[in-house]
């Protein structure tokens, strides 16, 4: 039997190890709180979990406050699941997966998982949290044809089959496959997580086999439903924080609707963890978050107006930034970005056009155009050599990181870019000096752009004098994110410029799927990636030899049960794309600005990223506590 993690005494890794039962606490009242609320120790379960801030060179904080972020849009409410980051089981600062909502996870040969929850444990409306919330979202929500008529999500099947569910106890449930499922807990970490668990004590009055039909019916009447199910979706919202009334698990709950512009998230009163002094978690009252026009959002932060800010700020604003530090009394720290690269050209190797197809799968084009880059001109103009020029891959900072696939074909060697275009063919050129095609066509590549960070046309600029000089002619084309994405999937897209791999710090635990041609909404290769999300009735099935290997590799991974064995899947994986240049990074590294105003215990250095992450998350926003 493996154990992810054994937290009897509720103690949480990502701070510092605290030793001793919670009832040798003092558990200390938050101030200001609602007086007909019930005290703090029925607040809280009696398996709270702890945390030593001090021993983890962070300060105890003073309850109270509340802080200003500005979104650049009103559905943006959301991330504040994402940055409250309360979590089955989530990653801590050194990416181990460690439990948090949870009390413990046991794990027998890869495929049986028992989930523990805290005894006493409370929704932030004050009802009781366990097993019934994971049954219910098992046999009710994802098992219902009704709501789900697909079936149950990817992560909890295994060779086409879901797993045995079972009710162990009040506060335990387990979950059996017949093989492996190392993708079930890295899932449940996620920004976004598939939250397997509802408050079934409020959902069950809007469900067809719980509720009353009257109370169904008026209640679907209002907001325009045609029946319960679609009813049921409107109020199971535990993601995007439209519904207020919806009971939470997470440290800042929404509770009130009354504007579009500007959300004011309240702590909740029952959430699980408490500082080693006795203090409940989260510190802050309030989080206030105000929709902006994104493209002022950074000058409203140099102005002062926000008290955490990386949401719509990227580096090209770090000038303005530190110009308003002095003025305003805020600090302006730079993260490690987490993405492979800050800017990645994505060929799109499922292409309709067949000259296309063929040129952009030979290996020594896509070689040749790498070469073809002065990645380091392209940092010291746009970066001001603060980045890193090479691959687009993982970084230093990931246990899997190896030099090689950063550099690999990543040196700027124009003569030796021409001599690739030679050998493939590519000789006869026009009275412009720009290579013909097979078929006679100049070779003009058309790179679409989302149109929504100027630093990629900037480095776009760069790059079409640099290609122009062997003999490739590049054409910038500002889109819209919608059209590069429906252009993708209708085959006309031939190539594009996007940030590179989300997950620029995997370990071996983390599932490879930014890597493989698995999911549909990706750039270079949706093809392959929707022929796997729709089990071979859409897309195209791989017919590459490269992604081949990738798709035989992703399969080994899911059926993995050792660290050993992931580990070899991954370098695999990541020798295949230094190998094959199938992303053309250009500069990795580059700092995020994060604005800071009023806040303690925000890290000066820290991770920014989603996947894994969260934004502020895996930093734990719930330790900030307000200054004044």
């Known amino acids: ?60 904080g003073t309850p109270g406050g509340s802080l200003d972020t500005l979104i650049g849009r009103a559905k943006d409410v959301r991330l504040i699941n994402v940055w409250g980051y309360a979590r089955l089981v989530g990653y801590n600062e050194q990416l181990d997966l460690v439990p948090d909502i949870l009390e413990d996870v046991e794990v027998e040969d890869g495929r049986i998982f028992t989930l523990h929850t805290r005894e006493g444990h409370k929704w932030s409306d004050g009802a009781p949290f366990g097993a019934d919330d994971f049954r219910y979202y098992f046999e009710d929500v994802a098992s219902s044809e009704d709501l789900n008529p697909s079936g149950l999500p990817p ?45 079934a004590h409020y959902l069950k009055q809007f469900h067809g086999k719980y509720g009353d039909p009257d109370f169904i019916k008026n209640e679907a009447e209002k907001v325009k439903a045609r029946s319960w199910a679609p009813l049921h979706n409107k109020k199971d919202d535990m993601y995007d924080a439209r519904n207020v009334d919806l009971p939470s698990l997470q440290p800042w709950v929404r509770n009130r609707d009354d504007s579009d512009l500007r959300f004011v998230l309240d702590r909740n009163p029952y959430y699980h963890r408490i500082d080693s002094t006795g203090q409940q978690l989260p510190y802050i009252d309030q989080v206030v978050m105000t929709v902006a026009d994104g493209k002022l959002i950074p000058a409203k932060t140099q102005a002062g107006e926000s008290n955490l800010q990386a949401r719509n700020i990227s580096f090209s604003d770090v000038t303005v930034l530190k110009k308003g530090e002095k003025q305003n009394d805020y600090t302006t720290a730079l993260w490690s970005n987490t993405k492979g690269s800050e800017i990645s050209i994505q060929p799109n190797l499922t292409v309709k056009d067949p000259v296309w197809r063929e040129l952009l799968r030979d290996t020594r084009f896509r070689h040749a155009l790498s070469l073809g880059i002065d990645r380091n001109l392209i940092n010291r103009v746009l970066f001001f050599g603060l980045g890193k020029p090479v691959n687009d891959t993982v970084l230093p900072a990931s246990p899997l990181y190896k030099a090689e696939y950063a550099t690999e074909w990543a040196q700027y060697d124009p003569e030796k870019a021409k001599a690739l275009l030679d050998e493939i063919g590519l000789t006869e050129r026009n009275s412009e000096g720009i290579r013909l095609m097979p078929d006679g066509r100049p070779l003009e590549i058309i790179v679409e752009t989302a149109g929504e960070e100027q630093v990629q046309d900037d480095a776009l600029e760069l790059v079409s004098e640099m290609w122009k000089e062997i003999g490739i002619k590049l054409f910038p084309k500002p889109s819209q994110r919608d059209n590069m994405r429906e252009r993708a999937i209708t085959g006309d897209l031939v190539m594009s410029v996007w940030g590179g791999f989300e997950n620029g710090i995997p370990t071996s635990e983390m599932p490879p799927d930014d890597y493989v041609p698995v999911h549909g909404d990706r750039l270079n290769w949706f093809a392959w990636g929707d022929y796997y999300e729709t089990g071979g009735e859409g897309g195209e099935k791989p017919d590459w030899p490269p992604a081949e290997r990738l798709m035989e590799l992703y399969d080994a991974w899911l059926g993995s049960r050792t660290k050993e064995e992931r580990t070899e899947i991954w370098e695999e994986i990541l020798q295949i794309h230094a190998d094959e240049t199938i992303h053309i990074g250009l500069v990795s590294g580059v700092p995020q600005p994060v604005a800071i105003k009023d806040v303690e215990n925000v890290p000066l250095e820290g991770i920014y990223g989603w996947d894994p992450g969260a934004h502020f998350g895996i930093h734990r926003m719930d330790e900030f506590y307000m200054a004044k």
Do not use: C, H, Q
């Not at 005290?39 to 809280?44: G, L, S, T």
């Not at 797993?163 to 449930?173: G, M, N, Q, W, Y």
């Open 1 to 60: 039997m493996t154990f992810i993690n054994i937290l009897r005494v509720g103690v949480f890794v990502s701070s510092a190890m605290l030793a001793g039962p919670l009832s040798a606490l003092e558990l200390k009242e938050t101030p200001g709180l609602d007086p007909s609320l019930p005290p703090i120790e029925e607040r809280v379960p009696a398996e709270a979990l702890v945390v030593d801030l001090e021993a983890s060179g962070r300060t105890t």
């Open 155 to 199: 992560f909890l099947t295994v060779d086409g089959k879901g797993p045995k569910f079972e009710v162990l106890d009040e506060t335990t449930v387990r979950y059996t496959w017949d093989a492996p499922n190392p993708l079930f807990l890295p899932e449940l970490a996620k920004s976004r997580p598939p939250f397997i668990y509802r408050p």
